[in-house]
């Protein structure tokens, strides 16, 4: 018996494979890129359904902290502990507050992508270990974008805080995150 493959070589076989791998290797890379792009630089997308400030959640509040180097900046974040919690997050919201966000736990390490489906303002997204060290950040997300976000590397938690608050702040990976889900509470 003949297997399916046998038209093709040996040799040519081996090209369809690299091509195939290198494709696996850069396509996430060249979707970390596009959030990184200014914004004037990327096509405005359109939301998936009407602004709707009604379709807004409000979730219950706790202060959080992020070392970043001798700096201490606090927050105050909205947290999404439950799955339907954590598949509204910020959608549906005009503004948010430079020292708010949300914080969206795992309660365990996992992989986690998100994206900006109904979602009207820029996020950065910190993504973080379960010992409260920032993993990656992803900055100025792009508003409405399907694209998924997110590293390789297991976290159990992400925050996102208006876009262009890394920047701002210097916040990197590396950096510290005080928060009782991570056994570190931040004092108010």
């Not at 509040?61 to 001798?70: E, H, K, R, Y």
């Amino acid at each position: 018996m003949r297997s399916k493959l046998s038209f093709m070589s040996t040799a040519g076989l081996r090209r369809v494979l690299l091509v195939l791998g290198l494709m696996l290797v850069l396509a996430p890379a060249a979707c970390v890129s596009l959030h990184k792009a200014p914004p004037d630089t990327i096509q405005a997308l359109k939301p998936h359904e009407p602004f709707d400030p009604a379709k807004a959640q409000s979730l219950a509040t706790s202060p959080l902290a992020i070392q970043s180097g001798d700096q201490l900046h606090r927050f105050t974040v909205e947290l999404a502990n439950t799955e339907q919690q954590r598949d509204i997050g910020l959608m549906h919201r005009d503004t948010l507050a430079a020292d708010h966000g949300m914080l969206f736990d795992f309660s365990r390490e996992q992989r986690a992508q998100f994206w900006m489906r109904n979602t009207f303002i820029p996020l950065d997204m910190l993504f973080i270990r379960s010992t409260g060290e920032i993993a990656y950040i992803a900055q100025n997300t792009t508003p409405h974008s399907d694209a998924p976000v997110g590293p390789v590397q297991p976290v159990q938690a992400v925050l996102e805080l208006p876009g262009g608050t890394a920047e701002r702040l210097g916040l990197k990976a590396g950096d510290a995150v005080q928060h009782a889900i991570f056994g570190k509470p931040a004092n108010p």
